[in-house]
């Protein structure tokens, strides 16, 4: 896919429209330049990517037996920091915004693990050891496995007579409820690798060469260096945007780069019905009873995106992730009580 075009938002007679070049692309990673944009909306897209792209991961766990060394707390920890595939994460509902008690099918997985040792060797529990309540369709919620040993991440270590024996729900979310969720383990961003708008400051001292200081990156290649004397330009503005997304296992990069993208829709589409709800859904302004997820419409309708999903967002006087009761209760979640966060 190296130096691969993908155009999809540029018509014939319509060239201004912005412009995606893919550079490189595997199973963990995607380098890919966005042109023909403002910095505005090149940002909005990274932290959506880093924070607002739904993914599954282990919320609640019922610890039946713990004879490890480890305390209960400390499993738990390890288990929420387990990948687990949410390739498929759209089919499940926010736990807050679904009508069973507490958690369901519709809206979180089961995993099981027990695991005892009954030998003098040391006995190695690991993710592959989960075992989804197998009540979907799809691989979602199962432990993402990629070594080659097929063993996935280590959870603990058992001696002779030792067992654990738990169970844990999987629950949908976003980075900014809780980290455990966050689909990226980095995401570079970077324009103007020349630094001819002078957005940085590369101070060096007076006998460094600056060169060596400051190395160029990998994207100085592919724009034209400055020339000597060539004067500033103070009305210039970035238009050309570098990211490298790497995802953390539980979804493609591909697939986070286009949940990023629809759940910006959704957001602008919340932003224009709050200006004008006449026109994009609804007679009056909507009064607003209580925190919902990002894809959730007060009255159940869509946003002027077509299939984008609804658009009311969790910020504002009622939001779901700090300034108000939050709506996630008070069960313990592999990082201690979840409500407030």
């Given amino acids: 896919m190296d130096g691969m075009d993908y155009d999809p938002m540029v018509t014939d007679g319509d060239s201004e429209q912005p412009q995606v070049k893919i550079s490189a692309a595997d199973a963990t990673k995607v380098d890919f330049e966005l042109s023909r944009t403002n910095l505005s909306f090149a940002n909005s897209l990274r932290r959506i990517i880093q924070a607002e792209v739904p993914t ?21 920890h390890r ?18 915004d679904c009508d069973c008690e507490q958690y369901c099918e519709q809206c979180s997985v089961t995993l099981t693990l027990h695991a005892r040792c009954t ?9 592959r050891d989960l075992l989804p309540d197998g009540q979907h369709n799809s691989k979602i919620g199962t432990p993402v496995i990629t070594d080659v040993a097929g063993n996935g991440c280590l959870i603990a270590k058992l001696r002779r007579g030792q067992e654990i024996k738990l169970s844990c729900i999987a629950k949908k979310g976003i980075a900014k409820e809780h980290a455990k969720w966050m689909p990226t383990s980095a995401v570079g961003f970077e324009y103007d690798p020349h630094n001819k708008l002078h957005h940085l400051d590369l101070w060096y001292e007076n006998n460094t060469d600056p060169q060596k200081e400051w190395p160029k990156s990998k994207y ?6 400055p020339q000597e004397g060539e004067p ?13 997304v790497e995802t953390s296992g539980n979804m493609p990069p591909d697939l986070i780069v286009q949940n990023g993208i629809r759940t910006l829709q959704q957001k602008i589409g919340g932003l224009l019905k709050g200006l004008d709800p ?14 919902r997820s990002p894809d959730m419409n007060a009255d159940g309708g869509t946003t002027p995106w077509g299939d984008a999903g609804g658009y009311t967002t969790p910020y504002g006087n009622q939001s779901a992730w700090g300034g108000g009761a939050t709506a996630y209760g008070s069960a313990t979640t592999p990082y201690g009580q979840s409500g407030g966060w």
């Fill in 278 to 291: 006449r026109k994009y859904g609804g007679d009056e302004p909507v009064d607003f009873d209580g925190p």
């Fill in 119 to 127: 030998s003098d060797e040391i006995m190695k529990v690991y993710a």
């Fill in 56 to 76: 599954i991961a282990i919320d609640l766990v019922e610890i039946e037996v713990n004879s490890s060394v480890l305390a209960d707390e400390f499993i738990a």
């Fill in 220 to 225: 100085a290649e592919w724009e034209e260096p």
């Fill in 79 to 96: 288990l929420g920091l387990i990948p687990l595939d949410s390739s498929n994460v759209n089919d499940l509902n926010y736990s807050r």
């Fill in 232 to 244: 500033f330009d103070y009305d210039a503005v970035p238009n050309r945007f570098y990211f490298e």
